[in-house]
């Protein structure tokens, strides 16, 4: 499995692995900070990005399986991760498997029940087609408050203060991202995601106060799924916390994978 990544700063490494319909830039507002002290890996996951879909690429399980492989491969077995949504549910699961040192999972999928599974397809589907349907013009929508505010609301808290060139990009990521569709309904229909963690590591999970994707009643269910992990609560956060509170971010990460235990 080839996956394209960059590589920033010095250090211990720390792997960053986004979320639906992103890309590797999706970390920009925090990658530069975390750089200062770490090696910083930032991967596009298959079909995303520069890297190309596999067949199974459209579902929860291939895009762990593709993650799993890359990390033997690439000899990273055991790294710290960082993920973002679907890509927290990822490095959930590779602390699961034994293949994760230290984790933080900020504002992991996969622990929706009953109506909230409905919730998350209907109102991330229309928003893909609405998306995609305006791509030709998001640089201008999203150059303007009123617009980047709209399209933005439910992934974050503060999406006037968002820079309007990094959003124009993140949302023609989510447009151009072939396997977004088949990932929402693997998402929306699969199974709940399971634990416990196989790491002397610590794992963190962060959650923002104001998400409106994964709604924040979901962290009990992740913190008993994962009970040796800690909670994070990101009290002025929507569903992206490295978007919305960077700095603040950035300490729950440094913090978590700074006394990171080797297995």
Same mark, same amino acid.
């Given at each position: 499995?080839?996956?394209?990544?960059?590589?920033?700063?010095?250090?211990?490494?720390?792997?960053?692995?986004?979320?639906?319909?992103?890309?590797?830039?999706?970390?920009?507002?925090?990658?530069?900070?975390?750089?200062?002290?770490?090696?910083?890996?930032?991967?596009?996951?298959?079909?995303?990005?520069?890297?190309?879909?596999?067949?199974?690429? =459209?579902?929860?399980?291939? &895009?762990?399986?593709?993650?799993?492989?890359?990390? =033997?491969?690439? #000899?990273?077995?055991?790294?710290?991760?960082?993920?973002?949504? &679907?890509?927290?549910?990822?490095?959930?699961?590779?602390?699961?498997?034994?293949?994760?040192?230290?984790?933080?999972?900020? !504002?992991?999928?996969?622990?929706?029940? =009953?109506?909230?599974?409905?919730?998350?397809?209907?109102?991330?589907?229309?928003? +893909?087609?609405?998306?995609?349907? &305006?791509?030709?013009?998001?640089?201008? +929508?999203?150059? #303007?408050?009123?617009?980047?505010?709209?399209?933005?609301?439910?992934?974050?808290?503060?999406?006037?203060?968002?820079?309007?060139?990094?959003?124009?990009?993140?949302? %023609?990521?989510?447009? #151009?991202?072939?396997?977004?569709?088949?990932?929402?309904?693997?998402?929306? #229909?699969?199974?709940?995601?399971?634990?416990?963690?196989?790491?002397?590591?610590?794992?963190?999970?962060?959650?923002?106060?104001?998400?409106?994707?994964?709604?924040?009643?979901?962290?009990?269910?992740?913190? %008993?799924?994962?009970?040796?992990?800690?909670?994070?609560?990101?009290?002025?956060?929507?569903?992206?916390?490295?978007?919305?509170?960077?700095?603040?971010?950035?300490?729950?990460?440094? !913090?978590?994978?700074?006394?990171?235990?080797?297995?």
């Amino acid at each position: 499995m080839t996956m394209h990544y960059t590589r920033t700063g010095r250090g211990k490494p720390l792997l960053l692995v986004h979320g639906l319909g992103a890309t590797c830039r999706s970390w920009d507002t925090i990658s530069p900070a975390l750089s200062q002290a770490r090696e910083v890996i930032a991967v596009d996951l298959p079909g995303h990005g520069q890297t190309p879909e596999e067949a199974d690429s =459209g579902t929860f399980d291939g &895009l762990a399986r593709s993650l799993n492989d890359w990390l =033997g491969a690439e #000899n990273l077995t055991g790294i710290d991760m960082v993920g973002s949504s &679907l890509g927290a549910r990822l490095v959930l699961e590779m602390s699961r498997r034994g293949q994760a040192g230290a984790v933080v999972a900020l !504002d992991p999928g996969g622990f929706w029940q =009953g109506w909230e599974r409905t919730f998350f397809k209907a109102t991330i589907t229309p928003s +893909i087609a609405l998306v995609r349907a &305006l791509r030709p013009a998001l640089s201008a +929508i999203t150059g #303007n408050v009123a617009g980047r505010t709209a399209l933005m609301a439910q992934l974050s808290a503060r999406p006037w203060a968002l820079d309007p060139a990094f959003v124009a990009r993140e949302l %023609k990521s989510l447009a #151009n991202t072939r396997t977004v569709n088949s990932l929402v309904k693997d998402l929306a #229909n699969g199974a709940m995601q399971e634990g416990p963690a196989n790491t002397a590591a610590p794992v963190v999970i962060g959650w923002g106060r104001k998400d409106r994707l994964c709604l924040p009643q979901q962290a009990d269910r992740a913190i %008993k799924a994962f009970p040796e992990s800690a909670m994070h609560w990101f009290e002025r956060s929507g569903h992206f916390p490295m978007w919305d509170q960077p700095e603040e971010t950035v300490r729950v990460i440094l !913090d978590a994978t700074s006394i990171s235990v080797s297995k």
